[in-house]
């Protein structure tokens, strides 16, 4: 495990962005070397704690659903190595394990979520009106079961800070185009049911998730951003499993908790998570990688 990296610092490269959890430099004009820190953010403020080794368990987690699923969808990876494109030793165990060099593309202006099971603000929403982003569902469902079909549920991008918000289908239509729209909703519901079907093997439930997407200068689509990690998806341990209550999950969940019971009101700064947490957390992230990739 390499140390801590709360933020990277690499002066060999044009810096261009600094995002929740991703730090993002230029390499060349047509690449960009991301770089996935310990960063953790929480009801979208980011903490000044890192989770130890996330950036790490980010990287081989994404980098092993970009492989398993490049059948489905073309991703940004190029197979250069980071270690390659920087050019201090300094920099490199600073990248090492924790960065991708990909294609520099257009990202689309939405999120694609994919939800299979009602949790969360859809469970929310559910309760209230019968429908989950404005899709009507059948009656009677209860928290957590599976829903009759995976629902593509897309989002607008917020700025650091902001929230998302929820869109529907015609929504994105007015974004993307109707072609592009469809083009992502068949993309995003192939990418989630096979990675669901997966993941089942190896214990895990697959609750929701969100891919990114970007265009290149022809036009074609490519998976970007990071794929079914703890950080964008909500993983269930199978065994623990019951419809009618949230079960726990593989990801910032201990650190969630601890900041609604602290009495935090949810703005910039955040408290200092105490140590056990966090290692709590770092362990949840550990386990998810080694279930699902064995490593």
């Known amino acids: 495990m390499s140390t801590v990296l709360l933020q990277s610092d690499l002066k060999s490269l044009p810096f261009l962005h600094r995002g929740k959890v991703r730090d993002i430099y230029a390499v060349g ?14 009801f979208d403020v980011i903490l000044t ?14 980098n092993f659903w970009f492989d398993k699923l490049q059948h489905v969808i073309p991703n940004h990876l190029t197979g250069i190595a980071p270690e390659s494109v920087v050019k201090t030793e300094a920099e ?18 939405i999120e694609a979520i994919v939800r299979g099971y009602l949790v969360g603000s859809g469970w929310k929403e559910y309760k209230q009106s019968g429908a989950v982003c404005g899709i009507k569902l059948p009656p009677g469902l209860r928290e957590a079961e599976k829903l009759p079909e995976p629902l593509f549920t897309p989002s607008t991008k917020a700025a650091v800070g902001e929230h998302d918000e929820n869109i ?34 190896k214990g895990i439930i697959i609750a929701d998730t969100k891919f990114e997407f970007g265009v290149d200068e022809a036009g074609r689509m490519y998976l970007i951003d990071e794929a079914l990690t703890p950080d964008s998806s909500r993983f269930w ?16 969940q201990f650190v969630r908790d601890w900041l609604e019971a602290s009495g935090w009101n949810k703005r910039a700064p955040a408290p200092h998570v105490p140590q056990d947490i966090l290692q709590k957390t770092a362990d949840k992230y550990h386990e998810a990688q080694l279930k699902l990739i064995g490593a």
Do not use: M
């Open 29 to 42: 004009d047509d690449k960009l070397l991301v770089v996935q820190t310990d960063r953790l953010s929480a």
């Open 49 to 62: 704690d890192p989770i130890p080794g996330k950036g790490e368990v980010l990287t081989a987690v994404s």
């Open 92 to 109: 490199r165990e600073q990248v090492r394990g924790r960065a991708f060099v990909v294609k520099r593309l257009k990202p689309l202006p």
């Open 168 to 201: 529907s289908f015609a929504q994105a239509v007015e974004l993307l185009g109707e072609a592009r729209a469809n083009e992502v909703r068949v993309a995003t519901l192939q990418l989630y049911i096979e990675a669901a079907e997966y993941a089942a093997t």
């Open 237 to 252: 341990p199978a065994d623990q499993y019951r419809v009618g209550t949230n079960p726990p999950s593989f990801d910032k």
